[in-house]
């Protein structure tokens, strides 16, 4: 083992179920990391590229292989608030970058449901947030990056470079090479804070009416589900509308992490019994609050990084998250299918959110987003049992000619994947020979 790759005895997936060996390399400048990917070349080593290890399963992993992370190539290159076009390396975080940003009026034109991504892995994923419908998926601001590859060497890449190589690496999964910078078009803000409209669904038939007529008045909308509902209350939940507030200042988030969770939760507190007491609490809780409110961007987007390392909720065997997106044409149907499946068998979600996205186009050849409506919950790894209801939703998805999304996976079938993205051979064609990872290697194969 060379002097940059350390051994790690275990790296284990934000789900905590997938865990495995790895040699690590954590590049402290481009220059390193370039000479890194060198070395990866020249030992005909496996390698893959990471940043924060947000992802749900195994796309960030590469067991008995390496990973580069990416978290130290983390300065600012350049910042225009006059424009608003943000130049940095790939590791910054977008918790880091919106402290820097906001305090001059800007923002990230869409933000995932965690501040804790780098800008690479915002890339690598395509990730989008409850603005689809508006502003599209990530990939959509990014204006050009610098790709490192053991087989070409350094890439000044944008929209108009030859071949497919931009529209491969958005949403591409690190796989087509080392990100080492990025320029992003942000979007101007008068406030740190959202006006918020806050209403009850009374069922699944109820949200397609509310988001339908919400999209058209509102930048932001998303709705929390009672998976555990049933009858004519199957979907109920509260649906949350948003929109930039023209005054309120423009403070951003506290730069403190928030509590911790000391020890993984005991499993028996995760049952049926648990999970509709949470569920009915929590709705209520809502329902309780004004209608009308002003909140801070931190609490509107990002609610769970209020509690550091909230992922050991569901104890020391993990959880599987199962995000989809269902095409607008079958989605009503395809959704009410699913939820019913997951009250039935009592396996439901703490976290259950349902949304709309729109039909602005990705620049990505495997971006998860199409016009049509999203799922995304979290199973408590309960084993066998839970991995039949995944392969149940699994079917309702391909019938209604859906996908999965990779960053929230751990165990996808090839066919799932191979339907759902008919553009992953393009990729394959361009990945960097010397990178990979578990997932790219099980739905592939």
Known sequence: MSQAFRSQTAKRSWGRVV????DVAKPESPTEAVAILSEVANRKMSALPIGLGRSYGDSNLNPDGALIETTRLDHYIGFDPKT???????????????RVVVPHGWFLPTTPGTRYVTLGGAIANDVHGKNHHIAGSFGSHVLRFTLARTDKGVLDVDPETPGDLFAATIGGLGLTGLILDVDLQLVPIRSAFLDQHVEPLRNVDAFFEIAEARAADYEHTVAWIDCTARGDRLGQGVFTSGNWAASGGLTPHDAKSGPGLPVDAPGFALNRLTLRAFNMTYRRSQLLKPRNSRVHYAGFFHPLDAIRDWNRLYGSRGFYQYQSVIP???AREATREMLDLIARSGQGSFLAVLKTLGDRPSPGLMSFPMRGVTLALDFANAGSKTTALLADLDAIVKTAGGRLYPAKDGRMPADIFQQGYPEWERVEALRDPALSSAFWRRVTS
């Open 19 to 22: 865990e495995a060996h790895h």
């Open 328 to 330: 607008s044409e079958t």
């Open 84 to 98: 608003g076009v943000l130049r940095a390396e790939a590791g910054v975080s977008l918790n880091d970058l919106l």
